[in-house]
């Protein structure tokens, strides 16, 4: 069986379409087409290609048919200055000098990421730190890792990792795999069929 994740970046699905994230993303553990039917009808001749880099050139022409301007450009700097983990300002001095309020930044990153900006840096502040700890030559320990990224103790570091991926770091590390060099962190489960 032929599998293909596609990761987005912040506001990159949204690139895509007008609606909101999370109306987009409802029931996305199940196959889903967000775009009207044009990505099944895709579907066929993807998994007809040969290579990867033919499943590529094919995603990539029809995502840039479907690419639409953001309504509100300021947003990506917003986030990039939201996932600042290391000497990153505190949120309502972010929102500030973007003259938002702190309430209307919360809304804007409930629709277009369905987060709170707390816990989009939580998430920022967990995936930094397993890219720290997957990096070829890190002789980190979790409590070394956990200080450097502005996590209370090692036992923050814990907690926040068995909140977002019901493992602890250790185990996480050894379940998981990493993905090309995006940092991307998966744990890949082999599809067995019983007949």
């Given at each position: ?12 699905l ?5 609606q ?75 929102a ?6 702190r ?38 320990t ?30 996480l ?23």
């Amino acid at each position: 069986m032929r599998k293909i994740a596609i990761v987005f970046e912040p506001l990159g699905l949204q690139a895509l379409s007008q609606q909101p994230l999370l109306r987009l993303t409802r029931g996305a553990v199940t196959p889903v087409d967000p775009f009207g039917g044009q990505l099944t009808q895709l579907i066929p001749s993807l998994f007809a290609s040969a290579t990867a880099e033919e499943w590529v050139n094919d995603l990539d022409s029809f995502f840039l048919t479907l690419t639409k301007p953001l309504t509100y450009p300021v947003l990506s700097s917003l986030i990039q200055q939201t996932t600042q983990v290391i000497d990153g300002q505190p949120l309502h001095q972010i929102a500030s000098q973007y003259q938002l309020s702190r309430r209307h930044m919360g809304r804007l990153f409930q629709y277009y990421l369905g987060c709170s900006p707390e816990t989009y840096r939580q998430i920022a502040r967990f995936r930094y730190v397993l890219q720290l700890a997957t990096q070829l030559g890190t002789r980190q320990t979790f409590t070394e890792l956990a200080y450097q990224t502005g996590h209370a103790d090692q036992a923050h570091w814990n907690k926040q990792c068995r909140k977002w991926t019901g493992y602890t770091p250790s185990t996480l590390l050894t379940v998981g795999t990493q993905l090309g060099q995006q940092n991307l962190f998966w744990r890949l489960i082999e599809d067995h069929t019983i007949i």
